[in-house]
């Protein structure tokens, strides 16, 4: 992460994408809820690239998880204003870092 030649990008963080690996800037924000762990009302976000949008979709999705796919310019719209939460992964994770 110190060296030189491929120090980070300047300029403010974006959100990157919640792949395991991935660096590149999140398009989508994908919501869910594990409901063996959360109430239904409740949201978790992973954030996705729009190479990885498919596959974390399809990981959550599987899993009865999946509750919302948004871009990241509707969800930061959504939620202004509203409450956020950060945590806890569901098992497994494909967003392990
Ligand atoms: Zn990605």
């Not at 060296?3 to 990157?16: F, I, N």
């Amino acid at each position: 992460m110190t060296d030189p030649v491929t120090a980070p990008l300047p300029g403010p963080a974006v959100p990157v994408c919640s792949a395991k690996g991935c660096r590149e800037a999140a398009v989508w924000v994908l919501a869910w809820n594990n409901p063996k762990l959360h109430t239904p009302e409740r949201r978790k976000t992973w954030l996705a690239c729009e190479e990885h949008r498919e596959y974390l979709s399809r990981f959550l999705g599987v899993r009865g998880f999946l509750k919302d796919v948004v871009s990241l310019a509707d969800w930061e719209a959504r939620e202004a204003g509203g409450d956020r939460d950060g945590g806890e992964e569901p098992e497994g994770s494909a967003a392990d870092r």
